[in-house]
């Protein structure tokens, strides 16, 4: 089939999203990451395509707290993140929380990247319209803002994305790749910046979400991290 033959092209280490959490929850396990005494919380795009994996990881860790907007850069600030970490539960004074980042992208039926066939509808769409409104817009100059109608995530996720290379992304993947480390960069930025680490121990987990036309999804791992109290974070291999 020609959408798996561009999976397996594109993203050679992908595997379903199911694996992918069961080789994290394998991974964390060991670092005391048990069930009753975690707490996930998920950024992906705000995109319903995205939803299955907060479904999957509500399975294995309970209810996620939300912490995604567009390009599943974290979008939630300082107050929302003081919020998330709240929620943490505490074990011998000491919490366990478990962070996931996955921007998104799809695979349309004939091996297209970057696009998907929704549900009743007949015609591909961008799988992340804000993806590909950042490359458009990155190609030929942004829109002048409506009035009335900010566009301060978007503007956002440029800045950050922008700010991962000098060099302009060519298509649709190259720009997700970017983003996958943009997320993971933000990601470890803000949570050094409320110094999560002093109250609780860290795993981060980033990605690339990818949607094909059977709706099994899968994850392409781009970047995984442990972080105790030491403040030091330490890759993890997945």
């Known amino acids: 089939m020609l959408h798996i033959e561009a999976l ?18 394998k991974l ?8 009753e005494h975690s707490f996930a919380a998920v950024s992906v795009c705000r995109d319903e395509l995205t939803q299955s994996f907060p479904d999957l990881v509500a399975r294995r860790w309970d209810q996620p707290f939300s912490l995604g907007g567009l390009g599943a850069l974290p979008s939630l600030g300082r107050t929302g993140w003081r919020a998330a970490l709240s929620h943490v539960p505490s074990d011998h004074d000491r919490g366990h929380l478990i962070v996931f980042g996955l921007p998104h992208i799809g695979i349309d039926p004939e091996g297209n990247i970057g696009q998907s066939l929704r549900r009743h509808q007949d015609q591909v769409t961008p799988t992340c319209g804000a993806m590909a409104a950042l490359l458009s817009s990155l190609r030929n100059g942004f829109e002048p803002q409506t009035p009335g109608l900010d566009d301060n995530e978007a503007d956002r996720l440029r800045r950050i994305v922008d700010s991962q290379s000098d060099q302009l992304p060519d298509n649709l993947l190259e720009l997700t790749r970017l983003a996958a480390t943009a997320v993971n960069t933000e990601m ?3 949570l050094d910046a409320l110094q999560a680490h002093t109250e609780m121990d860290i795993a981060v ?11 099994v999804d899968f994850v392409s791992p781009v970047a995984s991290a442990f972080m105790g109290s030491d403040g030091i974070a330490t890759e993890l291999s997945i």
């Open 8 to 25: 397996n092209k594109a993203f050679p280490s992908a595997v379903s999203s199911e694996q992918y959490l069961a080789r994290v929850a």
């Open 28 to 35: 964390v396990s060991p670092l005391g990451f048990a069930r």
């Open 188 to 190: 470890w930025a803000e």
């Open 205 to 215: 987990f980033c990605g690339i979400q990818i949607h094909l036309p059977d709706e």
